[in-house]
């Protein structure tokens, strides 16, 4: 096999599944009809975790293989790194079983000859790979596919209702299960199953004798979905029982107990793939989660406002009981909380060189060996201990801001943040300020005598703390002084009507007084109902995250088993390398766009990915 599609044969199938399992992109219409868009939801069976649909995966995949996007991230040290992860070797292990026991290898061009017109794949186990595909083909060209070019290596095989099939038994998972993988042609169609029973049932949904389609578990979040009209891609999951899954736990960044997720029974989206970018729509089914309030007309020019003056700005409402939330918010943008990992808490980088630690307090998987690919797909393994979720120290910073903000009645909050360097040196400062808009006056002397108490505390010795003042510049913005001591980066604030900016620097708090003052209100293209705005220029950020990964991503110690045709090489930098290579190949997109509106029982999403016109940056 040439090493090109080596490199790449699963390349596909893991994008599909990880498309799957991570980008929880897609859509469907409350108008749900025959021409909705969604036929191959009503041939799949119910139970899946999640359903990934193409209109035309033929073309989507060829444009693929074509872009630039695809040639930088297959050249990428993320790319190289992912492919020496537990998930890519248990993954790799898994299709090399299915491709051994039919004498088909999955590359790239035997996937393009699979790919029909509108496509689709559910998902019902991760750890078993158990799924079904389903594609438009004509007989003509599904007869012409390396699976049925290898038609002698499978039985045939009939339903209870009279369908054919083709069946092959197979042991995978190092022989500890046992699976079959299945092709049908039914008119017009391409079926593949990693299950006989998923084949079977699939095909009495194309006959019409059985009533287990999908789409009737899809329906009631079609049903708030509304303005759906499928485009490039859809996708509907079953969150709940995503989360339930061990690989979705141990792999999905921001892990399964994340509480952005508490509350959704299901999600929807539409991805649309244009000139200028792409568009993404999600509708959310939820159940039991607060609604925020929407942005009140006089509060959307102050947020189109903010959102103009940052690299990152987002921008919510919320309640006048947030005081609490705000006043962390705030204490963080002064003085950053420097995060140390707990003993017990494993490490949640995994790659195949990982060894498990004999002596770790941590519990039975402190590193990942074998006995991790093994539990992971065990029924009766034993589960995790949880860990209970440590007490935060109260700050008294915290403390006395949340007892200005109750008072001050917070009605809007923005986060704001950017990056900056200078080329003659090698550091990198992240700028980070919060603006809050404020129902009643903000109490600034107070302001000021809590943070001159908090900077004592924290930056003197005690008996040496020197007398702590504030001046305001000829702008307006204040910040604190003492003698013989720099506090230019203890904190900043400035007042503008009924916002109160504070930044964790005097010069950026300078910078975003000049922005602000100089942005004009534009009219808003927002939902009646949103709450949440975001925009991340990712063109602006990157240089200063490159830099500083530059800096701080030096090699491992341990080296790494080189992949076949490779030479051999040092482990790859997290933060150096990975990391640094994953923000080269996004560098494709300029800005992104979010917001979120909510009602009872859902929330509804709109992201715009827009492309840069000019070409990437290197960040030196």
Same mark, same amino acid.
């Given at each position: 096999?040439?090493?090109?599609?080596?490199?790449?044969?699963?390349s596909y199938g893991?994008?599909?599944?990880?498309?799957v399992v991570?980008?929880?992109?897609?859509?469907?219409d409350?108008?749900a009809?025959?021409n909705?868009?969604?036929?191959?939801?009503?041939?799949?069976?119910?139970?899946?975790l999640a359903y990934?649909?193409? $209109?035309?995966f033929?073309?989507?995949?060829?444009?693929?293989?074509?872009?630039?996007?695809?040639n930088?991230?297959?050249? =990428?040290? *993320?790319?190289?790194?992912?492919?020496?992860? #537990?998930?890519?070797?248990?993954?790799n292990?898994?299709?090399r079983?299915?491709? /051994?026991g039919?004498g088909?290898t999955l590359t790239?061009?035997?996937?393009?000859q699979?790919?029909?017109?509108a496509?689709?794949?559910?998902l019902y186990?991760?750890?078993?790979?158990?799924?079904?595909?389903?594609?438009?083909l004509s007989?003509?060209?599904?007869?012409?596919?390396?699976?049925?070019?290898r038609? *002698?290596a499978?039985?045939?095989?009939?339903?209870? /209702?009279?369908?054919?099939?083709?069946?092959?038994?197979?042991?995978?998972?190092?022989?500890? &299960?046992?699976?079959?993988l299945?092709?049908?042609?039914?008119?017009g169609k391409?079926v593949?199953t990693?299950s006989e029973? &998923?084949?079977?049932?699939?095909?009495?949904n194309?006959s019409?004798t059985g009533?287990?389609?999908l789409?009737?578990?899809m329906?009631q979040?079609?049903? @708030?979905?509304? !303005?759906f009209?499928p485009?490039?891609?859809t996708l509907?999951t079953d969150?709940?029982?995503?989360?339930?899954q061990?690989?979705?736990?141990?792999?999905?960044v921001?892990g399964?107990?994340?509480?952005?997720?508490?509350?959704?029974?299901?999600?929807l989206?539409?991805?649309?793939?244009a !000139?200028?970018?792409?568009?993404?729509r999600?509708?959310?089914?939820?159940s039991?989660?607060?609604?925020p %309030?929407?942005?009140?007309p006089?509060q959307?020019?102050?947020?189109?406002r903010?959102?103009?003056?940052?690299?990152?700005?987002?921008?919510?409402t919320?309640?006048?009981?947030?005081a609490? $939330?705000?006043? %962390?918010?705030?204490?963080q943008?002064v +003085?950053?909380?420097l995060? =140390?990992?707990?003993?017990?808490?494993?490490?949640? @980088?995994?790659?195949?060189?990982?060894?498990?630690?004999t002596g770790? =307090?941590?519990?039975?998987?402190?590193?990942?060996?074998g006995?991790?690919?093994?539990? &992971?797909?065990?029924p009766?393994?034993?589960?995790?201990?949880?860990?209970?979720?440590?007490? #935060?120290?109260?700050d008294?910073?915290?403390?006395e801001?949340a007892?200005?903000?109750?008072?001050?009645q917070?009605?809007?909050?923005?986060?704001?943040?950017? /990056? =900056?360097?200078?080329?003659?040196?090698?550091?990198?400062?992240?700028?980070?300020?919060?603006?809050? #808009?404020?129902?009643?006056?903000f109490?600034?002397?107070?302001?000021?005598?809590?943070?001159?108490?908090?900077?004592?505390?924290?930056?003197?010795v005690?008996?040496?703390?020197p007398?702590?003042?504030w001046e305001?510049?000829?702008?307006?913005?204040?910040?604190?002084?003492a003698?013989a001591?720099a506090?230019d980066?203890?904190?900043?604030? +400035?007042?503008?009507d009924?916002?109160v900016?504070?930044?964790?620097?005097?010069?950026?708090?300078e910078r975003?007084?000049?922005?602000?003052?100089?942005?004009? *209100?534009?009219?808003?293209?927002?939902s009646?109902?949103?709450?949440r705005?975001?925009?991340?220029?990712?063109?602006?950020?990157?240089?200063?995250?490159q830099r500083?990964?530059r800096?701080?991503?030096?090699?491992?110690?341990?080296?790494?088993?080189?992949?076949e045709?490779?030479?051999?090489?040092?482990?790859?930098?997290? +933060?150096g390398q990975?990391l640094?290579?994953?923000?080269a190949?996004?560098?494709?997109?300029d800005?992104?766009? @979010?917001?979120?509106?909510a009602?009872?029982?859902?929330?509804?999403? $709109?992201?715009?990915?827009?492309?840069a016109? *000019?070409?990437?940056?290197?960040?030196?």
């Amino acid at each position: 096999m040439r090493h090109g599609d080596w490199a790449r044969r699963l390349s596909y199938g893991l994008s599909l599944l990880l498309a799957v399992v991570g980008a929880l992109v897609s859509a469907a219409d409350r108008r749900a009809g025959a021409n909705d868009g969604l036929a191959l939801a009503r041939a799949l069976p119910k139970g899946a975790l999640a359903y990934l649909q193409a $209109r035309d995966f033929g073309d989507l995949f060829a444009r693929w293989r074509k872009s630039q996007l695809a040639n930088r991230y297959y050249a =990428s040290d *993320s790319y190289r790194a992912f492919r020496r992860s #537990r998930l890519w070797a248990k993954l790799n292990e898994r299709i090399r079983e299915f491709e /051994t026991g039919v004498g088909v290898t999955l590359t790239e061009n035997v996937v393009a000859q699979m790919a029909g017109k509108a496509s689709a794949i559910a998902l019902y186990d991760m750890g078993k790979l158990e799924l079904a595909f389903i594609t438009e083909l004509s007989a003509a060209q599904a007869a012409a596919t390396p699976l049925l070019a290898r038609k *002698s290596a499978f039985e045939t095989r009939t339903t209870a /209702t009279g369908q054919t099939y083709l069946a092959r038994d197979l042991a995978t998972d190092g022989g500890r &299960l046992r699976q079959g993988l299945c092709v049908a042609t039914p008119p017009g169609k391409l079926v593949v199953t990693t299950s006989e029973a &998923l084949m079977q049932r699939t095909l009495d949904n194309l006959s019409g004798t059985g009533e287990d389609a999908l789409f009737s578990t899809m329906a009631q979040t079609l049903s @708030i979905a509304d !303005g759906f009209a499928p485009h490039d891609v859809t996708l509907w999951t079953d969150v709940p029982r995503l989360r339930k899954q061990p690989y979705f736990g141990y792999y999905w960044v921001h892990g399964a107990a994340a509480t952005e997720l508490d509350g959704i029974e299901a999600t929807l989206a539409d991805v649309e793939f244009a !000139g200028d970018g792409v568009q993404e729509r999600r509708w959310s089914l939820t159940s039991g989660r607060p609604v925020p %309030a929407a942005f009140t007309p006089r509060q959307q020019p102050l947020a189109q406002r903010l959102l103009s003056v940052a690299p990152f700005v987002a921008v919510e409402t919320v309640k006048e009981d947030a005081a609490e $939330r705000v006043s %962390a918010v705030a204490a963080q943008v002064v +003085f950053p909380p420097l995060r =140390s990992m707990p003993s017990a808490e494993p490490p949640r @980088i995994r790659v195949i060189e990982d060894r498990f630690d004999t002596g770790a =307090s941590g519990g039975r998987y402190q590193r990942l060996d074998g006995r991790f690919d093994r539990d &992971l797909d065990d029924p009766n393994a034993p589960p995790l201990a949880a860990r209970p979720a440590a007490a #935060r120290p109260l700050d008294p910073l915290e403390g006395e801001l949340a007892a200005l903000l109750r008072d001050a009645q917070p009605t809007l909050v923005a986060r704001l943040g950017e /990056t =900056s360097f200078d080329n003659s040196s090698p550091f990198v400062t992240f700028e980070r300020a919060v603006a809050i #808009r404020c129902g009643r006056p903000f109490n600034t002397k107070a302001f000021e005598a809590g943070l001159s108490r908090a900077i004592g505390q924290r930056l003197f010795v005690a008996g040496t703390v020197p007398q702590i003042t504030w001046e305001a510049s000829a702008t307006g913005v204040a910040s604190p002084r003492a003698a013989a001591t720099a506090l230019d980066r203890c904190g900043a604030y +400035f007042v503008s009507d009924d916002v109160v900016v504070i930044a964790g620097s005097v010069a950026y708090a300078e910078r975003l007084k000049a922005r602000l003052s100089a942005a004009t *209100s534009v009219q808003p293209d927002v939902s009646a109902t949103a709450y949440r705005q975001a925009t991340l220029r990712l063109r602006a950020l990157a240089p200063g995250y490159q830099r500083v990964m530059r800096i701080i991503g030096f090699r491992g110690d341990a080296s790494l088993t080189p992949l076949e045709n490779e030479p051999a090489d040092e482990s790859i930098a997290f +933060f150096g390398q990975n990391l640094l290579s994953l923000l080269a190949v996004t560098e494709a997109f300029d800005v992104v766009t @979010i917001e979120s509106a909510a009602e009872a029982g859902r929330v509804v999403e $709109r992201v715009r990915y827009r492309y840069a016109t *000019s070409p990437p940056t290197t960040g030196e």
